[in-house]
């Protein structure tokens, strides 16, 4: 079978353009159906999240007016309020000067018949600017750091007892450059007696 195109050149050119026209219109109208069936799970999705959202809001709200809960949140808070105040206690023991320990020390090698009227502790290298406090009644203390001196004053009732004591804190471990009062020695009886020594700073602090 033979077909004879008797369409003159114009019109075959403007039924091309026809078809093309027909193949875009029918893309941009496939397009716009596809991003309308986006859009239209897009807020669809959004309304059951919406939805979904609620619901977990309510019933989170049911939750925690529960009396269980109430009473879970208010340990929670107690127990953060505990370790708030645990960790400024040790951070306040942290660099604390250990003045319990230097004198419980000088207590546990103080002999029977010794006397300790006044212990002091300074600076063993005085500096221009220094902290005093007052630990206990009698007790004078300036404190800086490095060495610190103590100064202990007393009374021994025998010149044996006052030798046992010096001995002592020779045998003190934490003491050291011991140095005495020469009129330590005087007396045999009822001594009034002074010595001094040094201690790490170091060996104070908790």
């Known amino acids: 079978m033979i077909k004879i195109n008797l369409l003159s050149p114009l019109d075959k050119e403007n039924l091309r353009w026809e078809k093309v026209n027909k193949l875009t219109v029918r893309s941009i109208a496939c397009i716009l ?19 979904e959202e609620q619901a977990v809001a309510s019933e989170y709200a049911s939750v925690i007016n529960l009396p269980q809960t109430r009473e879970i949140i208010a340990l929670e808070k107690e127990a953060k309020e505990n370790r708030s105040k645990i960790n400024s206690i040790y951070t306040i023991k942290e660099g604390h000067t250990d003045w319990t320990s230097l004198f419980d020390s000088i207590a546990t090698i103080t002999p029977a018949g010794v006397r300790l009227e006044s212990i002091t502790v300074s600076d063993a290298t005085p500096k221009t600017k220094t902290t005093s406090q007052q ?18 004053a007393g009374n021994a009732k025998t010149r044996d007892m006052l030798l046992e004591f010096e001995n ?23 001594i009034d007696f002074k010595y001094s020594f040094n201690i790490s700073e170091e060996e104070l602090l908790k």
């Open 135 to 152: 630990p206990q009644e009698g007790v004078e203390i300036q404190q800086t750091e490095g060495k610190m001196k103590v100064e202990v």
């Open 33 to 51: 159906f596809a991003e309308l069936i986006f859009v239209g799970i897009f807020f669809v999705t959004l309304e059951y999240l919406k939805a």
């Open 168 to 190: 002592n804190l020779k045998g003190e471990k934490r003491f050291t450059d011991l140095e005495y009062d020469a009129a330590n020695y005087v007396k045999s009886v009822n």
